[in-house]
């Protein structure tokens, strides 16, 4: 049974920072692409980070220069620090990875983690 587990959300200050993390059980991350995403109410999800299982990364363009996604691939888990944060940072943000199966692909979603900017 694979599960995502997102925590570090919290009450930030505009500018402050925090750091995700994002832990899987049943799957091993170091084989897997990992996105963050986020969603606040009313919204689309949209994504905010990706990193490949080779360490690439990519960034949506609201949050170049500010977050930073890596991987501790030994303990399983996938970070977002986000610093000099704004009032639009304010969501809920998602881990994500999929795997393939010989039907297709299943896909992996956290229970979320509220990033509230004040």
């Known amino acids: 049974q694979v599960q995502l587990m997102e925590s570090g959300g919290g009450l930030v200050q505009a500018g402050g920072s925090l750091t995700l993390s994002c832990v899987a059980s049943?799957?091993?991350?170091?084989?897997?692409?990992v996105t963050w995403y986020r969603q606040a109410p009313g919204n689309q999800r949209e994504l905010v980070a990706h990193i490949t299982n080779g360490g690439g990364t990519d960034y949506a363009d609201s949050v170049k220069g500010r977050f930073t996604i890596s991987r501790d691939n030994a303990k399983n888990t996938v970070y977002l620090q986000m610093n000099s944060l704004k009032p639009e940072d304010t969501a809920v943000y998602y881990c994500h990875t999929w795997d393939r199966t010989f039907r297709g692909r299943s896909d992996y979603w956290g229970q979320g983690t509220q990033v509230t900017e004040l």
């Open positions: 049943g799957i091993i991350f170091s084989s897997k692409d």
